[in-house]
Structures are given as C-alpha cells and as structure tokens.
C-alpha cells in the first residue's frame, strides 16, 4: 500500500469502538482525504471490528493530528471486559432471518421485544 493511505504518528492513538483495545496506527487506512481532512478507517486486531474516524490536520505546523472517533472516550463493556465479545456469524445472521422473518411488526417493535424477552445470548445487546 502507499505508504500516505497511513496516517502518520498519532500521540494519543486511537481506541476500538466496539472492544476499547488499542489501534495501532498501521492499522489505520486513510479512505479518502479533502483539504486538512481525511476518512479514517481503523481495523481492530483485537476483536476484528472496523470503525470509521475523521482526522483533521493540526492547526499549527509543530501541532498534532486530532483523530475524531466516536467511541474513544467510551468506556469499556461488560462484555470487552471479560473477553466475551466474538464476530458475529453464519448461524447468528440465520437466526436474524429467522426471528425476522417471523414478525409481524416494525422494526422498533421487534428490537424491543428482543430485549424484553430477555433471552440469553441474543445476537443484538443494546
């Protein structure tokens, strides 16, 4: 790859959205880049998940790139905490279809009646 489709050094890094582990900056792609801006790609080796950021060039010559990335100040789930986060797969999609195909409503309905149901190991935890 081209070596400028990677950002360069980023003091503070950047965190996953989904796991909070850190991302280093090789995995970081820029998509696309327009004036001082540029579309991020971060791609966790943690837990395997992309996640889109913003980086804005610094505003002076010896200052920092600010990486502007949704989840960084969140904290951790329950679920990164104890290493129980796992991709989603085949069998979870197939049960998606399934329950979908099975209801008869709208969309929010059917999100909340999956978590009122409370059903161990739903595919969906908001």
Do not use: Q
């Amino acid at each position: 790859m081209d070596p400028r489709g990677h950002p360069g050094p980023l003091p503070d890094g950047a965190t996953c959205t989904a796991c909070g582990a850190p991302v280093p900056t090789e995995r970081m792609t820029i998509l696309a880049r327009r004036d001082d801006l540029a579309f991020v790609e971060l791609d966790c080796p943690t837990c395997g998940s992309t996640a889109l950021g913003l980086l804005i060039d610094a505003a002076t010559p010896d200052g920092a790139p600010v990486l502007d990335v949704s989840g960084d100040a969140a904290t951790t789930t329950a679920g990164a905490a104890t290493g129980t986060l796992r991709p989603i797969s085949a069998a979870d999609v197939e049960a998606i279809r399934a329950d979908l195909a099975a209801w008869d409503g709208d969309l929010v309905g059917w999100l909340d009646a999956l978590e009122d149901s409370g059903r161990p190991g739903s595919v969906i935890d908001r």
